[in-house]
């Protein structure tokens, strides 16, 4: 009996505590419902979660990666949205052959457009050396010109050789850079020398005082076009390769005759050397930038 009762008072608890759980809250009965969304964060994780995510090979765009990457060690991996991809079997991304031969594409396509530019710099390049060299030799002219003419002039006017060179000592031009000058007759003879080349003055090759050729539009490396009918301008090596630049002047009149004055080269064929060095670089300089732009321009477009 004690046993039955036992049992029964259990159960008669058991549902009053039920009840009173479930007991209606009437206050509440007119507030409106807000559905709510259930957050599962295993189950939203469990997309990339490596046990259950299958392997991925990107097609990458070319130059963007190296040939082979292996994707290991992660957690979970998230795909790159921008970027057109397949599913395989397999965790490695490799960029294929394909790719290779499009970034070969780009490059010649680039190389192609490139050339007249690279053309156009090379011209102009080679203007600009021409013309800053010729500026340069140009004016290694310019006391020459006065010194010839001068002398020539007072020659014409019945003045001697010895009058119009000057006297002291007598200047060395394969060490000097000191303007010289010399007078000589028809045939070529040195008549007056305020110079010594190898401890003798100097002598210009005959073919210098042949006024026949000096109306020809090229002497030498020389335009004639603008010099004086009596005068030649060039550039003279003795046997021993010393450089001078000389202007040969004829002496108007019965008289007859050359004046010729000179100096050494060197220090405007070094300057003509350290141009043509920047020259060199500045023109290798732009090649190389502007291929470059050419390239990447390319490959944005």
């Given at each position: 009996m004690l046993g039955a009762k036992f049992v029964a008072q259990f159960f008669e608890s058991r549902i009053k505590k039920f009840c009173r759980n479930h007991e209606s809250d009437h206050e509440k009965d007119n507030c409106v419902f807000v559905q709510r969304e259930a957050y599962y964060p295993r189950a939203k994780q469990s997309e990339y979660r490596k046990d259950s995510m299958e392997a991925e090979i990107r097609l990458l765009p070319p130059c963007d990666t190296e040939p082979s990457q292996r994707v290991a060690n992660t957690s979970y991996f998230v795909p790159d949205r921008h970027a057109p991809s397949i599913r395989a079997t397999g965790s490695i991304v490799i960029a294929p052959a394909s790719s290779i031969i499009k970034g070969m594409k780009i490059f010649v396509g680039a190389f192609i457009k490139w050339l007249p530019l690279a053309l156009a710099i090379t011209m102009l390049c080679g203007l600009i050396h021409v013309t800053v060299q010729q500026n340069y030799r140009q004016s290694l002219n310019d006391p020459q010109i006065q010194m010839a003419e001068d002398a020539a002039r007072y020659l014409a006017k019945d003045y001697t050789p010895a009058a119009v060179v000057p006297r002291g000592e007598q200047i060395d031009i394969a060490e000097s850079l000191v303007p010289w000058i010399a007078v000589y007759d028809?045939?070529?003879?040195?008549?007056?020398?305020?110079?010594?080349?190898?401890?003798?003055?100097?002598?210009?090759?005959?073919?210098?005082?042949?006024?026949?050729?000096?109306?020809?539009?090229?002497?030498?490396?020389?335009?004639?076009?603008?010099?004086?009918?009596?005068?030649?301008?060039?550039?003279?090596?003795?046997?021993?390769?010393?450089?001078?630049?000389?202007?040969?002047?004829?002496?108007?009149?019965?008289?007859?005759?050359?004046?010729?004055?000179?100096?050494?080269?060197?220090?405007?064929?070094?300057?003509?050397?350290?141009?043509?060095?920047?020259?060199?670089?500045?023109?290798?300089?732009?090649?190389?930038?502007?291929?470059?732009?050419?390239?990447?321009?390319?490959?944005?477009?």
């Amino acid at each position: 009996m004690l046993g039955a009762k036992f049992v029964a008072q259990f159960f008669e608890s058991r549902i009053k505590k039920f009840c009173r759980n479930h007991e209606s809250d009437h206050e509440k009965d007119n507030c409106v419902f807000v559905q709510r969304e259930a957050y599962y964060p295993r189950a939203k994780q469990s997309e990339y979660r490596k046990d259950s995510m299958e392997a991925e090979i990107r097609l990458l765009p070319p130059c963007d990666t190296e040939p082979s990457q292996r994707v290991a060690n992660t957690s979970y991996f998230v795909p790159d949205r921008h970027a057109p991809s397949i599913r395989a079997t397999g965790s490695i991304v490799i960029a294929p052959a394909s790719s290779i031969i499009k970034g070969m594409k780009i490059f010649v396509g680039a190389f192609i457009k490139w050339l007249p530019l690279a053309l156009a710099i090379t011209m102009l390049c080679g203007l600009i050396h021409v013309t800053v060299q010729q500026n340069y030799r140009q004016s290694l002219n310019d006391p020459q010109i006065q010194m010839a003419e001068d002398a020539a002039r007072y020659l014409a006017k019945d003045y001697t050789p010895a009058a119009v060179v000057p006297r002291g000592e007598q200047i060395d031009i394969a060490e000097s850079l000191v303007p010289w000058i010399a007078v000589y007759d028809t045939s070529g003879n040195i008549l007056e020398s305020s110079a010594v080349l190898d401890g003798k003055p100097p002598v210009p090759p005959r073919g210098v005082f042949d006024i026949t050729h000096w109306k020809d539009p090229i002497v030498g490396h020389h335009l004639t076009a603008g010099l004086p009918a009596n005068e030649n301008r060039v550039s003279w090596q003795s046997p021993s390769g010393v450089r001078n630049a000389i202007v040969i002047t004829h002496i108007e009149g019965n008289k007859g005759g050359y004046v010729v004055a000179g100096r050494n080269m060197r220090e405007v064929e070094n300057r003509e050397g350290s141009l043509m060095q920047m020259i060199v670089l500045g023109w290798l300089a732009t090649l190389i930038g502007t291929v470059l732009a050419a390239v990447i321009a390319r490959r944005l477009s």
